[in-house]
């Protein structure tokens, strides 16, 4: 779900922002898209981390038995410090966009 959290937030808030002329908007206003912005990038960035570490976790948890199934060991491969700062970029790159499209 987080993806689909993302793939529609960040597009609406720069459409929110381009179309609805935010630079050229009040303060308050301003302050309430950036907050709404910033507010949910970290809402997206927490969902994604902690689905990445639930899942790090569960692959830790597994018997002698499950770890044989060759799905489970490419799983425990994967390099989930890697995805978390991938994670972490993808989610604040965007909101640096928009902060700059909105205080530009």
């Given amino acids: ?5 993302y793939a ?3 597009p609406a808030m720069l ?3 381009i179309f609805g002329d935010i ?8 302050l309430m898209v950036a907050s709404v912005s910033i507010f949910g ?7 994604v981390s902690s689905a990445m570490r639930q899942i790090e976790a569960s692959l830790k948890d597994l018997t002698p038995e499950e770890q044989k199934f060759e799905s ?3 799983e425990m491969k994967e390099p989930w410090a890697t995805y ?4 972490a970029i993808a989610t ?8 700059m499209a909105i205080y530009a």
């Fill in 1 to 5: 779900m987080s993806q689909y959290m």
């Fill in 8 to 10: 529609i937030f960040i």
């Fill in 15 to 17: 459409a929110i922002i």
């Fill in 23 to 30: 630079s050229m908007a009040k303060a308050s206003v301003k």
């Fill in 41 to 47: 990038s970290m809402t997206i960035y927490l969902v």
């Fill in 72 to 74: 489970v060991q490419l």
């Fill in 84 to 87: 978390q700062i991938y994670a």
């Fill in 92 to 99: 604040g790159l965007p909101l640096i966009a928009i902060l």
